[in-house]
């Protein structure tokens, strides 16, 4: 069974930088694309990121373009987030995601088959 | 972006009835729905894709249905491990969005 690991979530002030990982296993990590999803109770669901199996590409949520930093290390199954210059409209929880498809080369058309139980993002003065 | 509005948002029945839930798309977004299902303190779970493609393991009670804009996910012979939240996104248009969700209720 597919198995997705997310942490690093803490407690942050605004501007402050906060990393998210994610370990995987139970399946070729370095075979699918991957995904961070965050949930908050006044947004609700929200992609944030994604990257490609060979990380050529990667595409980001308007609210996060520039501030956020999706990467990923194969070799360790490993996804991670860096995230910048953090707002208080970030606080949520962050799930990481496996898209469906086997080696996608693209960032669109995703669905999101496989999720981590999600680390908690809190940004408050 | 596409806005996915769902209903109703909360909706109750009981073991053994069916329910139907809706999504509309503010634009067409084709066949590229899906549906999760979430439960407390849970990740969202994949139920149904391509509209109407159960995904590995969900049982036939789960059915989707539509195309353009107008969706729906019924379940037959609701169980009371079916009583939760419902989602659906659309990956018709980028970003993928969700919709509000519809809460399942007895």
């Known amino acids: 069974e597919v198995q997705l690991v997310e942490s690093g979530g803490d407690l942050a002030s605004p501007g402050r930088s906060l990393r998210l990982s994610c370990a995987a296993s139970?399946?070729?990590?370095?075979?699918?694309?991957m995904h961070w999803v965050r949930q908050s109770p006044g947004k609700g669901l929200e992609w944030v990121s994604g990257i490609t199996w060979n990380s050529a590409r990667v595409d980001y949520a308007d609210s996060v373009k520039g501030r956020f930093t999706i990467s990923r290390d194969n070799a360790r199954n490993s996804l991670y987030l860096q995230m910048d210059s953090l707002r208080l409209e970030d606080s949520a929880v962050y799930f990481c995601a496996r898209d469906i498809a086997w080696r996608r080369v693209t960032i669109s058309s995703i669905v999101f088959d496989s999720w981590g139980q999600g680390t908690l993002v809190a940004v408050s003065a | 972006e596409v806005v996915l509005t769902q209903s109703p948002p909360t909706l109750s029945s009981s073991p053994r009835e069916g329910a139907t839930l809706s999504c509309r798309a503010s634009q067409s977004v084709s066949a590229y729905i899906a549906w999760y299902q979430q439960k407390p303190n849970q990740p969202p779970r994949l139920l149904i894709y391509?509209?109407?493609t159960r995904a590995t393991g969900i049982p036939a009670r789960f059915s989707g249905s539509g195309s353009g804009t107008d969706f729906t996910l019924t379940i037959n012979s609701l169980e009371p491990g079916d009583f939760a939240l419902y989602y659906c996104?659309?990956?018709?248009?980028?970003?993928?969005?969700f919709g509000g969700g519809t809460k399942l209720e007895i």
């Open positions: 139970a399946f070729k990590f370095g075979d699918y694309g």
């Open positions: 996104q659309q990956y018709g248009n980028w970003p993928p969005t």
């Open positions: 391509d509209a109407s």
